[in-house]
């Protein structure tokens, strides 16, 4: 994951147990704490290099898992991984096509690159959490659920609002695997209403 990265406790305990990133421990926890994730489920994840989500969603469903990063994501058994930004009209198309009729659920942990720069980084990372919904919206199956990285700030309550909008049950966590200090926090929503402001739903 870059330098960004740094080998902490959770990073060491991480490579230890062989996940490929230490962010492995916030789906577990996000999974444990929420019960988002159903055996049988199709779940696509966004955001997905290098790939310790995608390790964590094949233990928990046998259903179809397709990962979609700007990197590519090195092979791994049972997994579909797509190169491509997902908010490109033509990769959304594609993972369409590998879902083939049913998503259950949509895990984004996509964030981008950061300048350090607090309020820019911010507001870019609630601008990827907005794109993840929209694309969910127009994906997810009615009773779906939904888990999407963002940034406590100011900008962080009107996210939240619109995910209110999609679904019946929605609520900020904050994950002990997230770095000290760090203002990340997973907004959980579940059980998808089926709505998408007006936009069709191909599916
Ligand atoms: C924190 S990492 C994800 C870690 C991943 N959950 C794991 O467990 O290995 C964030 C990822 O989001 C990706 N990303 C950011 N914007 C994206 C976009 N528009 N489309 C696809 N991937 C994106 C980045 O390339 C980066 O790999």
């Given at each position: 994951m870059g330098s960004q990265w740094t080998k902490d406790s959770v990073y060491r305990k991480a490579m230890k147990a062989g996940y490929r990133a230490r962010a492995a421990y916030k789906l577990l926890e996000i999974q444990q704490r929420n019960g988002i994730i159903r055996p049988g489920d199709n779940i696509v994840d966004l955001g997905a290099a290098p790939g310790s989500w995608l390790q964590v969603l094949r233990d928990l469903t046998d259903g179809k898992v397709i990962g979609v990063d700007l990197n590519p994501i090195a092979p791994m058994e049972g997994i579909t991984t797509i190169v491509g930004d997902f908010t490109d009209p033509l990769v959304q198309e594609r993972i369409r096509e590998e879902a083939r009729g049913v998503v259950n659920v949509v895990v984004s942990d996509a964030s981008p690159k950061l300048s350090g720069q607090k309020s820019y980084d911010q507001a870019r990372a609630i601008g990827l959490g907005e794109d993840a919904l929209a694309f969910a919206c127009t994906i997810l199956k009615p009773g779906g659920n939904m888990v999407i990285k963002s940034f406590q700030g100011e900008l962080f309550g009107e996210l939240i609002a619109e995910v209110r909008k999609h679904f019946y049950s929605v609520r900020g966590y904050r994950t002990?695997?997230?770095?000290?200090?760090?203002?990340e926090t997973y907004i959980i929503a579940k059980n998808f209403k089926g709505t998408c402001d007006g936009a069709e739903r191909p599916l």
């Open positions: 002990k695997a997230s770095r000290k200090g760090s203002a």
